[in-house]
C-alpha cells in the first residue's frame, strides 16, 4: 500500500469517526461530545463538554499542598502523582456528566508545553483511552487553550491580543484563528508566576499565619493589599528595550538584594518572617505588573500601527493563572481604558489550568476540523513549544516609544 493509499484510508477512518452517530434518546444525539484531558504541570484535570460549550462534567486534582510543603515543584513528584489520579480524575468527569466512552466524539489533550514527566503522562493515558475506544485524538497546545477559553464564556470574534501569563509562561499574542497566532512578545527567562512563588519562597511567607494554604503568587497578592509598595524602589525590567518581551529574572535579583540587606539590618536569618514583608511584597507585585503592562501597551500600539486589530471593538483577553491577580487585572485595565480596548478576563477558576479549557480546544479544533488525528497516530509531547508565528524582532525594529501613562493602580 502507498503512503497516498494509506492516507486517504486514514482520512476516510477519521471521517467515519466524526460523524459521530448516536442511538435516539442518548445525551450526544443533539452535540458531538469531547473530553479534555489537562497535564501539563501540577494539576490533572479532565472535563466532558459539548459544541455549544456546556459543561457536563468536570473533576480536578490539585497537587497544590504536596507542592507547598516541598517548597516547589519537583517533577517527578508531580508525575508520580498524576499516574496515581489520572484515571480516577477522568473517570469522575464522565460519571458526573453522564457520558460513556462510546457517546465521546473525540478526546483533547494537552501534549505541549509543560514538564515532560507531567505532559507523558496525560498523553500516554489518552493514546491508551483513544485506541481503546476508537475516538479521534485532539493534541493541544497548552497556551491555545488558555488564549481560547475566553470564547466559551464571551462572544468573541478574531483576531484579538492576548496576554497569557502564568508559573511557566508570559507571552504577547494576536488571536486570528483557533491555530493561528502572531506571537508579539514572550519570556526571555523566567515566567512571572514563578518569579512570584521565588519571591514568597524567600520571604518564607509559608511561616506567615496567613499564607500557610496559600500559593507564593496568592500570599503576594494577600500581603500586598496591607503594603507600602512605595517604600521599596525596585527598577522596572527593560526599561530601555522597545519591544514586548519580557524579562522577570533581574526583577528576582534586585528583590532577594534588598530581602538580605533587610535579614541583615534586622539581624536574623534567613527563614525568619521580616518586619517588613508586607511592604516587600507590595514592591513586587507592583513591578511585576506594571513591567506586564508597558509590553502590553507597546502591544497594543504596535497593533493598531500595523491594523492586527479590529478598528470596532478592539479587545485584550488576559488568561493564565497570574491573571487571577487583581491588582495585576487593575494596571491592564488602565490601559486598556487608555487606548480604547476592552478587556477580557475568564473567571479565576478558569484561568488556572483545568480541563475545560482543554475539552473547549478540542471543540474549537472539532469545529473546523482541524489537527484531528485519528486514534492510531503515535503524538510525542513537546516540553517547549513556542505559539504561532513570532514576529517579536518586527516589533523591536519598530522602536516604539510609549507615551506616559500614570498607572496609579487601586490596591
Request: with cysteine; proline share 5%.
Given at each position: 500500500?502507498?503512503l ?16 459521530c ?28 463538554m459539548?459544541e ?98 475566553v ?8 483576531p ?11 507571552l ?41 494554604t ?5 500570599a ?15 527598577r ?8 514586548c ?5 533581574g ?14 539590618e534586622?539581624g ?26 508597558k509590553?502590553?501597551?507597546r ?22 493563572g ?7 487585572r487593575?494596571?491592564l485595565m ?67 516609544r ?10
Amino acid at each position: 500500500m502507498t503512503l497516498i493509499t494509506m492516507s486517504r484510508c486514514r482520512a476516510r477512518s477519521l471521517q467515519r469517526l466524526l460523524r459521530c452517530k448516536y442511538a435516539s434518546g442518548s445525551k450526544a444525539s443533539c452535540s458531538r461530545l469531547v473530553l479534555g484531558i489537562e497535564t501539563s504541570c501540577d494539576d490533572t484535570g479532565a472535563a466532558v463538554m459539548d459544541e455549544t460549550g456546556t459543561i457536563l462534567g468536570e473533576s480536578l486534582h490539585s497537587q497544590k499542598e504536596v507542592h507547598l510543603r516541598s517548597g516547589g515543584i519537583i517533577p517527578t513528584v508531580a508525575q508520580q502523582l498524576h499516574r496515581e489520579n489520572i484515571e480516577r480524575v477522568v473517570q469522575e468527569a464522565l460519571d458526573r456528566s453522564g457520558v460513556t466512552p462510546a457517546e465521546l466524539c473525540a478526546v483533547a489533550t494537552t501534549v505541549k508545553p509543560g514538564l515532560a514527566l507531567s505532559l507523558g503522562v496525560g498523553l500516554q493515558f489518552s493514546q491508551r483511552f483513544v485506541r481503546e475506544h476508537t475516538k479521534p485524538f485532539i493534541p493541544i497546545h497548552h497556551m491555545e487553550a488558555h488564549a481560547l477559553t475566553v470564547r466559551m464564556l464571551h462572544p468573541l470574534t478574531f483576531p484579538f491580543l492576548v496576554l497569557l501569563v502564568s508559573g511557566g509562561h508570559s507571552l504577547l499574542a494576536v488571536a486570528r484563528g483557533v491555530r493561528d497566532f502572531l506571537l508579539i512578545g514572550h519570556t526571555l527567562d523566567e515566567a512571572p508566576g514563578d518569579t512570584l512563588d521565588k519571591v514568597a519562597r524567600r520571604l518564607s511567607l509559608r511561616k506567615h499565619p496567613q499564607c500557610f494554604t496559600l500559593s507564593g503568587g496568592q500570599a503576594i497578592e494577600l500581603l500586598a493589599k496591607d503594603g507600602d509598595r512605595k517604600r521599596f524602589g525596585f527598577r522596572t525590567p527593560m526599561g530601555q528595550t522597545p519591544d514586548c518581551c519580557f524579562s522577570f529574572a533581574g526583577l528576582r535579583t534586585q528583590i532577594t538584594m534588598l530581602i538580605k540587606k533587610k535579614e541583615a539590618e534586622e539581624g536574623v536569618e534567613e527563614g525568619t518572617l521580616l518586619s517588613c514583608v508586607n511592604d516587600i511584597a507590595a514592591a513586587t507585585q507592583h513591578t511585576v505588573a506594571l513591567h506586564l503592562a508597558k509590553r502590553t501597551h507597546r502591544a497594543v500600539l504596535f497593533c493598531k500601527a500595523n491594523d492586527l486589530l479590529p478598528s470596532d471593538s478592539p479587545t485584550l483577553v488576559l488568561s493564565g493563572g497570574v491573571a487571577s491577580n487583581q491588582y495585576i487585572r487593575k494596571a491592564l485595565m488602565i490601559i486598556t481604558e487608555a487606548t480604547g480596548l476592552r478587556l477580557l478576563c475568564p473567571p479565576a477558576k478558569f484561568c488556572t489550568d483545568n480541563g475545560v479549557m482543554i475539552a473547549w480546544n478540542g471543540v474549537e479544533r472539532l469545529r473546523e476540523g482541524n489537527g484531528i488525528l485519528p486514534p492510531d497516530v503515535d503524538v510525542s509531547y513537546e516540553p517547549k513549544a513556542p505559539l504561532g508565528v513570532d514576529i517579536s524582532a518586527e516589533v523591536r525594529a519598530a522602536a516604539i516609544r510609549l507615551p506616559s501613562i500614570r498607572l496609579k493602580i487601586p490596591n
